[in-house]
Protein backbone atom coordinates (compact mmCIF):
# COMPACT_ATOMS: atom_id res chain seq x y z
CA UNK A 1 0.00 0.00 0.00
CA UNK A 2 1.59 3.80 -0.86
CA UNK A 3 1.64 6.07 2.11
CA UNK A 4 -0.24 9.06 1.67
CA UNK A 5 1.70 12.19 1.36
CA UNK A 6 -1.38 14.45 1.36
CA UNK A 7 -3.85 15.45 4.23
CA UNK A 8 -7.46 15.67 3.78
CA UNK A 9 -7.23 19.57 4.08
CA UNK A 10 -4.56 19.67 1.54
CA UNK A 11 -6.46 18.00 -0.90
CA UNK A 12 -9.79 20.09 -0.19
CA UNK A 13 -7.60 22.99 -0.49
CA UNK A 14 -6.10 21.97 -4.29
CA UNK A 15 -9.87 20.37 -5.03
CA UNK A 16 -11.56 24.21 -4.47
CA UNK A 17 -8.86 26.09 -6.36
CA UNK A 18 -9.27 23.67 -9.23
CA UNK A 19 -12.89 24.98 -9.11
CA UNK A 20 -14.60 21.96 -7.36
CA UNK A 21 -17.64 23.12 -5.49
CA UNK A 22 -17.45 20.37 -2.30
CA UNK A 23 -14.83 18.07 -1.22
CA UNK A 24 -15.78 14.87 0.98
CA UNK A 25 -14.10 11.75 2.76
CA UNK A 26 -16.24 8.90 1.33
CA UNK A 27 -16.11 5.36 3.41
CA UNK A 28 -17.68 2.40 2.08
CA UNK A 29 -18.72 -0.75 4.07
CA UNK A 30 -16.89 -4.10 3.26
CA UNK A 31 -18.12 -6.04 0.25
CA UNK A 32 -20.53 -2.88 -0.91
CA UNK A 33 -21.60 -3.20 -4.78
CA UNK A 34 -22.78 -0.40 -5.89
CA UNK A 35 -24.66 -1.53 -9.49
CA UNK A 36 -24.06 1.25 -12.35
CA UNK A 37 -25.57 4.28 -12.32
CA UNK A 38 -24.57 8.14 -13.28
CA UNK A 39 -23.74 11.30 -11.20
CA UNK A 40 -25.06 14.86 -12.12
CA UNK A 41 -21.34 16.41 -10.71
CA UNK A 42 -18.04 15.72 -11.91
CA UNK A 43 -16.13 13.55 -9.46
CA UNK A 44 -12.18 13.57 -9.00
CA UNK A 45 -10.83 11.24 -6.16
CA UNK A 46 -7.90 10.16 -4.19
CA UNK A 47 -8.25 6.55 -2.83
CA UNK A 48 -6.57 6.90 0.64
CA UNK A 49 -7.77 3.55 2.39
CA UNK A 50 -8.82 -0.01 1.09
CA UNK A 51 -9.45 -1.14 -2.60
CA UNK A 52 -11.87 -0.83 -4.55
CA UNK A 53 -12.85 -1.61 -8.23
CA UNK A 54 -14.53 1.22 -10.88
CA UNK A 55 -15.92 -0.04 -13.80
CA UNK A 56 -16.44 3.14 -16.33
CA UNK A 57 -19.19 1.93 -18.84
CA UNK A 58 -19.09 -1.26 -20.23
CA UNK A 59 -15.33 -1.54 -19.32
CA UNK A 60 -13.00 -3.64 -17.90
CA UNK A 61 -13.16 -3.32 -13.87
CA UNK A 62 -10.15 -0.74 -12.74
CA UNK A 63 -8.73 -1.70 -9.21
CA UNK A 64 -7.74 1.00 -7.45
CA UNK A 65 -5.68 1.08 -3.90
CA UNK A 66 -4.23 3.87 -1.56
CA UNK A 67 -2.63 6.11 -3.63
CA UNK A 68 -4.44 6.16 -6.76
CA UNK A 69 -6.68 8.34 -8.48
CA UNK A 70 -10.19 8.44 -10.68
CA UNK A 71 -12.24 10.70 -12.64
CA UNK A 72 -15.59 10.79 -13.83
CA UNK A 73 -17.40 13.50 -15.68
CA UNK A 74 -20.71 14.18 -15.05
CA UNK A 75 -23.40 11.40 -16.23
CA UNK A 76 -20.65 8.91 -17.34
CA UNK A 77 -22.15 5.72 -16.00
CA UNK A 78 -20.10 3.78 -13.83
CA UNK A 79 -20.40 0.70 -11.26
CA UNK A 80 -18.34 0.81 -8.01
CA UNK A 81 -17.26 -2.62 -6.20
CA UNK A 82 -15.25 -2.86 -2.41
CA UNK A 83 -13.32 -5.24 -1.01
CA UNK A 84 -13.71 -6.95 1.91
CA UNK A 85 -11.93 -4.17 3.86
CA UNK A 86 -14.09 -1.70 2.49
CA UNK A 87 -12.29 1.61 1.15
CA UNK A 88 -12.37 5.04 1.90
CA UNK A 89 -11.50 7.99 -0.78
CA UNK A 90 -11.49 11.73 -0.78
CA UNK A 91 -13.67 13.47 -3.66
CA UNK A 92 -13.74 16.75 -4.89
CA UNK A 93 -17.66 17.08 -7.15
CA UNK A 94 -18.34 19.94 -9.03
CA UNK A 95 -21.68 20.69 -11.13
CA UNK A 96 -20.03 20.61 -14.48
CA UNK A 97 -17.50 19.18 -16.02
CA UNK A 98 -14.58 21.50 -16.74
CA UNK A 99 -11.57 18.23 -16.75
CA UNK A 100 -8.81 21.04 -15.47
CA UNK A 101 -5.30 19.67 -14.67
CA UNK A 102 -5.05 18.81 -11.13
CA UNK A 103 -1.86 17.56 -9.66
CA UNK A 104 -0.50 14.65 -8.27
CA UNK A 105 -0.54 13.10 -5.23
Same mark, same amino acid.
Given at each position: M????? #???Q??A %?? &????Y??????? +??? !?? %???????????N???????? +?? #????????? &??????? =? &???? %????????E??? %?? +?V?????? &?? !???? =? +?
Amino acid at each position: MDQITI #TLEQFRA %VM &LAAGYDEVMERK +WSA !NT %VVSQHPHPFEANALVVDGEM +WL #TIEDGAPRR &LVAGDTF =H &LDAG %VPHAERYSESGA %VY +WVGRRARS &LR !NSVG =H +W
